[in-house]
């Protein structure tokens, strides 16, 4: 009985251990993808195409922000991110080939 009881209290401190990791996770992710708004203001008169460069990076931002609900899973945002992070790498490459943008 003694050792069913330490069990449960182990599976409860390893669940609470998992979301607190998730949580950080999300948390680092986040930090990056808070720089699409800044990054499209200050590329908005030097990039041609600039609407069809940000456009994928902006869907998934809006989609990051209906995920925030409790019932959103970890994978699913994981995934989000991921394809937020790549986005995020595809306008730095475009931004760091303008010789104007690369300057400043």
Do not use: G, W
């Amino acid at each position: 009985m003694i050792f069913f009881i330490l069990f449960i209290i182990f599976l409860i401190l390893l669940k609470l251990k998992i979301e607190k990791f998730e949580l950080k996770i999300i948390n680092q992710f986040k930090a990056k993808n808070n720089t699409i708004a800044s990054i499209y203001e200050i590329t908005k008169k030097y990039l041609n195409k600039h609407d069809e460069i940000f456009k994928e990076s902006l869907y998934l931002k809006k989609k990051d922000f209906s995920e925030n609900s409790f019932y959103s899973r970890l994978n699913e945002k994981l995934k989000t991110y991921e394809l937020i992070h790549n986005e995020l790498n595809f306008i730095f490459r475009v931004c760091n080939k303008h010789p104007k943008l690369s300057k400043d």
